[in-house]
């Protein structure tokens, strides 16, 4: 899966990208400057959920067509853009998955789904 900076991922066609696509984006390990990446990542990605984006259709605009996973999700909890970008996801996007150490971040605006003990998987 190739990485991309995030210059190559705001310059990104999101709506020229088939199904077959997979990229991935992970900040700086400096949390000053991991935190100006993601404000200025969602603040693009909350640009691009209104293009094309119809009321009468759900998901719909630029995005729609798109599966996003959110890994560590507890990091964005203060970031407005993202929380932004998080509560209303489920018009723009075709999935958001959310993982979070903490089920009470994101608890009251998602479906919780917790995966099974390992004991379970290993029978």
Known sequence: MPKLTLGELISYKWTKADNRVRIRFVPDPNPHISR?????LFTQ???LKQQGFHSEKQPSGSLQAWI???DEAHKLKNIES??????EARKFCRK???ICSDPAIFGPISRIVRPPQLEQLQH
């Open 36 to 40: 100006t990446e993601l404000d200025l």
């Open 45 to 47: 990605l909350n640009v």
């Open 68 to 70: 996003i996973f959110l």
């Open 82 to 87: 993202a929380t932004a970008f998080i509560n």
């Open 96 to 98: 958001l998955v959310v």
